[in-house]
């Protein structure tokens, strides 16, 4: 209790504080506040992470497209897989150094079609065990004689 002059009854002096107490409606907005800011901040790196998945698999079928289409363009007269295969490959490594040729086919008809994949530059889907297959990307493409 207070005696007077900052005084306590029990003669010592103390600085009489005023807890904050979060069960009203300061503590309410304070709540809903921090809740709000851990939602944006949980949508805007789920934004980022899938940009930078989405960003992988366009870039990852263009250099695809490509491949085919060297790898179709020296098949096509030569009749060599492994000419072919290497075509895919500087074709690759042009549009997209990071990807890697994971197979190449040759149907009867001469179509080629290349498969590759690529692992997404993410800041923590590549870390977290359940979510690491979004961050390795396939894309197929074929080509072939026109129809």
Do not use: C
Not at 15 to 37: E, F, K, M, Y
Not at 46 to 66: H, M, N, P, R, Y
Not at 102 to 107: P, Q, R, Y
Request: hydrophobic share 45%.
């Amino acid at each position: 209790m207070r005696a007077g002059n900052g005084q306590r009854r029990d003669g010592r002096r103390g600085v009489w504080r005023r807890r904050l107490d979060l069960t009203g409606d300061l503590g309410l907005v304070g709540r809903s506040a921090i809740i709000l800011l851990a939602i944006v901040v949980l949508l805007g790196l789920a934004a980022v992470e899938g940009g930078s998945i989405l960003f992988t698999e366009l870039k990852l079928q263009d250099a695809a497209d490509a491949a085919a289409s060297a790898a179709y363009g020296v098949y096509g007269p030569s009749h060599s897989v492994y000419a072919a295969k290497q075509a895919a490959i500087g074709a690759i490594q042009e549009n997209d150094d990071g990807a890697h040729l994971v197979k190449l086919v040759v149907d009867t008809r001469g179509d080629v079609t290349v498969t590759l994949k690529k692992k997404a530059s993410t800041m923590l889907v590549h870390d977290i065990g359940f979510l690491k297959h979004l961050a390795i990307v396939k894309a197929t493409s074929t080509s072939g004689p026109p129809t």
